[in-house]
C-alpha cells in the first residue's frame, strides 16, 4: 500500500516562495517517477514538474526557471521548490509516483494572490 501526504501549501503574495513537501510510505519511492500536478479551477490538471529515479527532471514551460522539483530517498520525499510565484499558479496542487500505476496525494491548495 502506497500513501503520500502532502504539506507546505498556502496563501502568499505574488513573487512569493512555497516549498511543497510529498512524503510516501512504502517500498516504492526509489523506483518510482515523482510528479507534480496542478488543478485551477474549471482547468484540467496539468503536469508540473516530473523526476525520475535517476534524478532526471522535466518541467511544465511555465514554471521552467522558477519551481525545481528534487527527491530525497532517505526521507522518501518529493519537494518542488516554488519561487517567483504568480497569480496563474493559484491552483490544488497533487502530488503523484508512478510505477506501474498511478497512486495519488490528497491535493492541498496553493493560492498566490497579486
Known amino acids: 500500500q502506497v500513501q503520500l501526504v502532502e504539506s507546505g501549501g498556502g496563501s502568499v503574495q505574488a513573487g512569493e516562495s512555497l516549498r511543497l513537501s510529498c512524503a510516501a510510505s512504502?517500498?516504492?519511492?526509489?523506483?518510482?517517477?515523482m510528479n507534480w500536478y496542478r488543478q485551477a479551477p474549471g482547468k484540467q490538471r496539468e503536469l508540473v514538474a516530473s523526476?525520475?529515479?535517476?534524478?532526471?527532471?522535466n518541467y511544465a514551460d511555465s514554471v521552467k526557471g522558477r519551481f525545481t522539483i528534487s527527491r530525497e530517498a532517505a526521507k522518501n520525499t518529493v519537494y518542488l521548490q516554488m519561487n517567483s510565484l504568480k497569480p496563474e499558479d493559484t491552483a490544488v496542487y497533487y502530488c503523484?509516483?508512478?510505477?506501474?500505476?498511478?497512486?495519488w496525494g490528497q491535493g492541498m491548495q496553493v493560492t498566490v494572490s497579486s
Open positions: 503523484a509516483a508512478i510505477f506501474v500505476k498511478y497512486y
Open positions: 512504502g517500498s516504492i519511492f526509489r523506483v518510482a517517477t
Open positions: 523526476i525520475t529515479s535517476g534524478g532526471s527532471t
